[in-house]
């Protein structure tokens, strides 16, 4: 998993201002995934990217939260109004392709929302 | 929903000793996943298991999948220090990348 960067590791944000955490996946690997891990809870799932295209969103919160991969450039998790609940471990990982493959984890960035 | 569950929360052992730890789960997969986490570290993969395997080995790690009961378990044989850590599973949901985790194991061996 070494190879997934995630940065930050770790953010301090005061509520109601905006988080960004950037991910660059494995080389070669053109499938992103974005996971959170709330405080002593597993990880949940909440968004699988392609180059340009949003896959599948369903563990997104409706508000407040997108997610991009442009053509050039890391994967972005964007974190609009953060509040308190928002603090969390958020994990990338990324995948060759997505059947049959394991997916490798980044090293996650901590956000606190103070 | 969280569909794999650990059992135990915690586990302490001894140095040498032998690591059991279990995954349940609720409906059908296509393969079940264990990885482990150092505190404060991301998710390194350990195993990956199909549903038609039964059991899988990987130098100390030993992992048995049970379709019928949908239950895993996870051993690892002569633990070491640098095995305290937390131990999750991992099932799909339909998808490669869907990935349901459970709360972990958090296992701790003593020295």
């Known amino acids: 998993n070494a190879g997934v960067m995630q940065n930050p590791r770790h953010l301090v944000r005061r509520r109601g201002q905006e988080a960004r955490l950037r991910c660059s996946p494995m080389k070669g690997h053109s499938h992103v995934y974005w996971y959170r891990q709330l405080p002593e809870e597993g990880l949940k799932f909440m968004v699988y990217l392609q180059k340009e295209n949003i896959i599948d969103e369903s563990g997104m919160p409706k508000e407040r939260f997108s997610a991009e991969f442009p053509k050039e450039g890391p994967s972005i998790l964007r974190i609009q109004q953060v509040v308190r609940g928002d603090s969390a471990a958020y994990f990338c990982?990324?995948?060759?392709?997505?059947?049959?493959?394991?997916?490798?984890f980044g090293e996650g960035s901590w956000l606190t929302v103070v | 929903s969280q569909q794999g569950e650990e059992d135990p929360q915690a586990l302490s052992i001894q140095e040498g000793e032998n690591a059991t730890m279990n995954c349940s789960y609720k409906t059908s997969i296509n393969n079940l996943q264990w990885y482990r986490q150092n505190s404060g570290r991301g998710l390194v993969h350990l195993i990956l298991i199909r549903s038609n395997e039964r059991e899988k080995h990987s130098g100390r790690l030993r992992v048995t999948l049970d379709t019928s009961k949908k239950s895993s378990s996870l051993l690892i044989t002569a633990s070491r220090a640098a095995d305290t850590a937390s131990y999750f599973c991992a099932t799909d949901l339909g998808s490669d990348y869907k990935l349901s985790f459970g709360a972990g194991t958090t296992v701790t061996v003593r020295a």
């Open positions: 990982a990324s995948s060759p392709r997505d059947r049959g493959n394991t997916i490798y």
